[in-house]
């Protein structure tokens, strides 16, 4: 039912806007209850945040053949990232259409941002990290992902960051 609700309200927002989307609208082509819907999102956006959060868990999970972030070199997770983002290319510029970009920020930031309990010195080299990745992320999408995945990690990796 979730992945049917998700794939529903993809397929509209590939017509208008979000705001233009009622979840009436959303339930009633799915075929599903206003109740339905609710019990397994709170909001439109919601049903988006999940399907970001699930990307980026499968990228997390597979990187490095299953080792996961934490132990992959920087090279290749930047490499395999963007290689995730030309995968999912269509999905990432409806949102970058949309206006909805806010969602993957607030995936990047959540995976390689500051955590509470981090020394302070640790804790802004993440922050400084995590958003300047995610600039270049909305700037490559913004410009329509011109450059490879290769090119653009390759860049990225060029500036020191």
Same mark, same amino acid.
């Not at 597979?62 to 290749?76: I, Q």
């Not at 309990?117 to 080299?125: I, L, M, N, R």
């Not at 600039?135 to 700037?139: A, K, L, N, S």
């Given at each position: 039912m979730r992945t049917h609700i998700t794939a529903t309200l993809l397929q509209l927002l590939r017509e208008r806007p979000l705001?233009?989307?009622?979840? $009436?609208?959303?339930? $009633? /082509? =799915?075929?599903?209850? *206003? =109740?339905?819907? #609710? /019990?397994?999102?709170a909001s439109k956006e919601a049903v988006l945040e999940e399907r970001v959060h699930e990307l980026f868990q499968d990228w997390a999970n597979?990187?490095?053949?299953?080792?996961?972030?934490?132990?992959?070199?920087?090279?290749?997770l930047l /490499? $395999?990232?963007?290689? *995730?983002?030309?995968k999912h290319r269509d999905f990432y510029a409806l949102l970058n259409e949309r206006g909805l970009m806010f969602l993957v920020k607030d995936a990047v930031i959540e995976l390689f941002g500051p955590k509470p309990?981090?020394?302070?010195?640790?804790? #802004?080299?993440r922050a400084y990290f995590a958003y300047a990745l995610y600039?270049?992320?909305?700037?490559w999408f913004q410009r329509g992902m011109r450059e490879s995945?290769?090119?653009? =990690?390759e860049m990225f990796q060029r500036q020191g960051l």
């Open positions: 705001e233009a989307i009622s979840i $009436s609208e959303i339930c $009633s /082509r =799915a075929g599903v209850g *206003r =109740a339905s819907f #609710y /019990r397994n999102f597979t990187s490095e053949g299953g080792a996961g972030v934490a132990s992959a070199p920087l090279s290749e /490499r $395999s990232l963007f290689a *995730r983002f030309e309990e981090q020394p302070k010195e640790e804790a #802004y080299a600039g270049w992320i909305e700037v995945a290769e090119e653009i =990690a």
